[in-house]
């Protein structure tokens, strides 16, 4: 079984408060301890409220980011969030798959890698002998988003995707330990 699906099972069997029905973005308020579902659309307006809100720390690691210029794009304007986040002193940290066999999933995720970078973001990818398929975002070191959701227009406004968010300053660090394992 793989690790993300087992701590998602850990997590639910053991939180205090679980959120049974998906809820859409809302203000994220001082709440520890809370599990919340995120389905569908609701992922990227609660991803875009808390990169707004963040004040110290983003990191993400995804298996694709794309982007296009279309002027409704979800994660286009993601990217704005993110580089307005770096720019008012936020430390931002975005790390990508790469892979040995898919050369669009590269193109996707390497056009985003340079919108990022030029807004000062540090982008990483990972080895193309390991494919990283996580989805996980940890937000000041204390909100985490683990699920399906993919940050494609498709994954935040059409598909069918299920996403936690978690408020819980000791798992965002086991998250953030994980990504380090990525980098390696």
Do not use: W
Not at 131 to 160: E, F, M, P, W
């Amino acid at each position: 079984m793989p690790l993300a699906a087992i701590l998602l099972f850990c997590l639910l069997a053991a939180s205090p408060v679980l959120a049974t029905t998906a809820v859409p973005a809302v203000k994220v308020t001082a709440q520890p301890g809370t599990v919340r579902a995120l389905a569908d659309a609701a992922y990227g307006d609660t991803l875009a409220t808390l990169i707004n809100g963040a004040t110290q720390r983003i990191d993400l690691a995804m298996f694709l980011f794309k982007t296009s210029s279309a002027k409704d794009n979800q994660p286009a304007g993601l990217v704005k969030d993110l580089v307005a986040a770096r720019q008012r002193g936020v430390a931002v940290r975005v790390i990508l798959e790469y892979s040995d066999h898919d050369p669009a999933l590269n193109q996707a995720n390497q056009e985003t890698a340079q919108a990022l970078r030029k807004g000062g973001v540090a982008v990483f990818f990972d080895s193309p002998d390991r494919t990283t398929h996580a989805k996980l975002a940890v937000i000041d070191r204390r909100y985490c988003l683990v699920g399906s959701h993919n940050l494609t227009q498709s994954a935040l406004k059409y598909n069918h995707e299920l996403s936690l968010l978690l408020d819980n300053p000791a798992l965002a660090e086991e998250i953030l330990t994980y990504m380090e394992t990525i980098l390696k």
